[in-house]
């Protein structure tokens, strides 16, 4: 085979085979490949699309192109939920330990944060001796023993995936339907779990901005695990706001136990609830709604906090958190945001938001980057409120004091104050199933 022929094959609206998708990818990986024939393929990809069989394909070659994790042993039991990311979204330190207290097995590898999206690994690491590496013999013994472990994702997970982005992020091929879901798949077809639950945002601070765009992704990864024998369903969730009241790693840490205590955010508290029932209910074969019941009843009669106390233990960190969050790392300063004038906020753009807690320093301009773990906002209006000038709007934490101007001016621009307030908007868009996309 040759990489010119592909390319042309694809450039003129051909369907590639299976070997000839293997043959790309591994090549990829190996080097044999250039980097100006790899984006001449994702450039043709991007105008002529690919078929489901070919995403699918696609998905399969890139996880396979690196580290696999096998949880066969675990059965049905093994579920994994991944974000397409978001502002304030701590959703995986609620239902991680959520599902894996009713009997689900949760061997879970994360990220870390990148601009203004916020990274599970970073969150976790703010609890004091927190352990995000273990060996491939620790991570087995502890998943187990207690049904879950969260980890940080191994070097060599999806190589293909990682140069393959690399380029689109450069060539202007990162709009791309089966590239972007061919993308995230090969992550979590590599991670192992035999059900996986997206949860794709829509909004100012997700990367698909309609709901109608993140129902088309939202569909073509669930094509993507029906056709690689995994369960798959997606819940659309929305992201035009920030996820509950508190952003930065320590303070969405703290906010997550508050949810688990059974306070906090309703919000934040529905969106976790849905995605944990869909865990359930695609690991136990029942209906979401009984699957809702159950992990309701978990929640509110303290069995998720047992296994967060467990979990955070058995890694190596902190449990005394779980029920003294003033142990969790604390900025030495803070600054009260308060409303210059009167009216009622209308919106709070997600993603601006999420570029105020990098100038504090909770988050990354490039992927080396130091983060400070205890800097962030917690915010005390939230879109539909009324506002009196002089209302505090939110509180600024940083432990470098020099950046709180230039955070709060960035913080104020994410607010819009007018005289009506805005028509409700659903937390949650829908559901997509296998039986959806049939």
């Known amino acids: 085979m040759r990489m010119y022929d592909i390319i042309k094959k694809k450039r003129d609206g051909g369907e590639l085979s299976t070997a000839e998708i293997e043959f790309f990818i591994n090549g990829l990986v190996r080097g044999d490949v250039p980097d100006y024939q790899a984006s001449a393929l994702c450039m043709a990809v991007f105008y002529r699309g690919m078929t489901e069989r ?74 004091p001796g927190y352990r995000t590496a273990l060996s491939p013999e620790e991570f087995f013994r502890q998943v187990e023993e207690s049904g879950i472990a969260v980890v940080g994702q191994t070097g060599n997970l999806a190589p293909a995936d990682k140069k393959l982005y690399a380029l689109r992020d450069v060539t202007a091929t990162v709009d791309s339907l089966p590239l972007i879901a061919s993308s995230i798949m090969s992550k979590k077809l590599a991670a192992g779990a035999h059900s996986i639950v997206l949860d794709v945002k829509c909004g100012s601070g997700a990367f698909m901005k309609t709901p109608e765009d993140a129902r088309a992704l939202a569909a073509e990864m669930v094509k993507i695990g029906a056709n690689s024998g995994r369960r798959v369903s997606a819940v659309i969730t929305d992201m035009d706001r920030p996820l509950g009241t508190h952003v930065g790693n320590a303070l969405e840490v703290r906010e997550a136990i508050e949810i688990l205590h059974g306070r906090g955010d309703a919000h934040l508290r529905e969106i976790c609830l849905t995605l944990a029932a869909q865990m359930i209910a695609l690991s136990r074969g029942v209906s979401h709604d009984e699957a809702l019941a159950l992990v309701t009843a978990a929640l509110d009669g303290g069995k998720a906090l047992a296994k967060f106390r467990e979990w955070i233990a058995r890694q190596g960190g902190d449990a005394r958190v779980a029920d003294d969050p003033s142990l969790l790392p604390q900025a030495a300063h803070c600054r009260e945001v308060k409303a210059e004038q009167g009216g009622i906020l209308t919106a709070v753009n997600a993603e601006t938001v999420g570029t105020a807690c990098v100038l ?78 049939r």
């Open 54 to 127: 070919e995403t699918a394909d696609l998905t399969q070659a890139m996880a396979e192109s690196g580290d696999t994790v096998n949880l066969s042993c675990f059965g049905d039991k093994s579920v994994d939920k991944h974000s397409t990311g978001g502002v304030g979204d701590k959703t995986t330190l609620i239902v991680a330990p959520l599902a894996a207290s009713l009997g689900c097995v949760v061997a879970k590898m994360s990220g870390r944060g990148l601009g203004h999206t916020g990274g599970t690994v970073d969150k976790l690491e703010s609890i």
């Open 360 to 437: 504090l320093g909770a988050g990354r301009a490039a992927k080396d980057d130091a983060i400070d773990p205890a800097a962030g906002i917690v915010t005390a209006k939230t879109v539909g409120d009324e506002v009196c000038p002089g209302d505090l709007l939110a509180t600024l934490y940083a432990n470098d004091e020099s950046r709180l101007d230039e955070a709060e001016k960035r913080y104020r621009a994410a607010l819009t104050i007018g005289d009506t307030a805005p028509a409700a908007a659903p937390l949650v868009y829908g559901i997509v199933g296998p039986s959806d996309v």
